[in-house]
């Protein structure tokens, strides 16, 4: 059993991905295949059931299992998840993605933690109302991506530290991964992007509430979900 609690919940979670998406590959887990339910998950890595959720989030975000209601998580058609498959140009990209999402990881956590503590009340409503508007993206169907990337570029403004917007600008709508995939099935996907909104809405609330600390982690913890997800997408290629 894995049981050190010391490790990071981002941690614990890519240990569980690692070790299911290699089952998957070498075909231990096959086609049609139930995975453990999430108690038996939680047993087995000794984690909580956040964390196994978070897992299995980015497992099906990746196109390796699928989750069906009533019934459990299953092992996606080979067709599904060995294939999600990109263009040329997309491949290409994936590997400017992981170094992007690196360097992100780098200034973002800190960049959060900073505005929320200097943030002005104008500041901490442009978070909010990109906040928002993403929200009514999604429920309308539409594009994420620019509303995604003015709630990043209103926190980097909220640093009240021109360079952090500036590192942003640097990469432009390009510093949301799904909009240079658009063959993904998760860049329409509304159950995938209120997961990240949800991860959205920590960093939010953690700024409002004027929490460094918090807003360190739930960017960081945003962050590293999306490596996750990528990187799976690489080893499916």
């Known amino acids: 059993m894995i049981g050190d609690k010391a490790r990071p919940?981002?941690?614990?979670?890519?240990?569980?991905?690692?070790?299911?998406?290699?089952?998957?590959?070498?075909?231990?887990?096959?086609?049609?295949?139930?995975?453990?339910?999430?108690?038996?998950?939680?047993?087995?890595?000794?984690?909580?059931?956040?964390?196994?959720?978070?897992?299995?989030?980015?497992?099906?975000?990746?196109?390796?299992?699928?989750?069906?209601?009533?019934?459990?998580?299953?092992?996606?058609?080979?067709?599904?998840?060995?294939?999600?498959?990109?263009?040329?140009?997309?491949?290409?990209?994936?590997?400017?993605?992981?170094?992007?999402?690196?360097?992100?990881?780098?200034?973002?956590?800190?960049a959060a933690a900073i505005a929320a503590y200097r943030r002005t009340a104008q500041q901490e409503a442009a978070i909010s109302a990109a906040h928002r508007k993403m929200a009514r993206a999604i429920d309308a169907g539409e594009s994420t991506v620019d509303a995604d990337y003015e709630f990043h570029s209103a926190i980097a403004t909220a640093t009240n530290n021109r360079f952090y917007l500036e590192a942003l600008r640097q990469f432009g709508s390009r510093s949301i991964p799904r909009g240079q995939f658009p063959t993904l099935p998760e860049t329409g996907d509304a159950n995938y992007l209120r997961k990240v909104q949800a991860e959205h809405e920590a960093i939010l609330r953690a700024i409002v509430e004027q929490d460094p600390d918090a807003a360190r982690k739930a960017m960081r913890e945003h962050m590293l979900a999306s490596q996750r997800r990528y990187r799976l997408l690489s080893e499916a290629q």
Do not use: C, H
Request: glycine share 8%; net charge negative.
């Open 9 to 110: 919940r981002e941690r614990r979670a890519q240990q569980i991905i690692d070790n299911l998406s290699a089952e998957i590959r070498s075909g231990k887990l096959k086609n049609g295949d139930q995975l453990p339910t999430e108690p038996q998950l939680e047993r087995a890595y000794g984690v909580s059931r956040t964390v196994v959720r978070e897992a299995i989030a980015d497992l099906r975000s990746a196109g390796y299992v699928v989750p069906i209601q009533g019934k459990g998580v299953f092992v996606s058609n080979a067709s599904e998840w060995v294939g999600v498959k990109l263009t040329q140009t997309e491949v290409s990209t994936i590997a400017e993605t992981l170094e992007m999402l690196e360097f992100r990881l780098a200034t973002e956590g800190e």
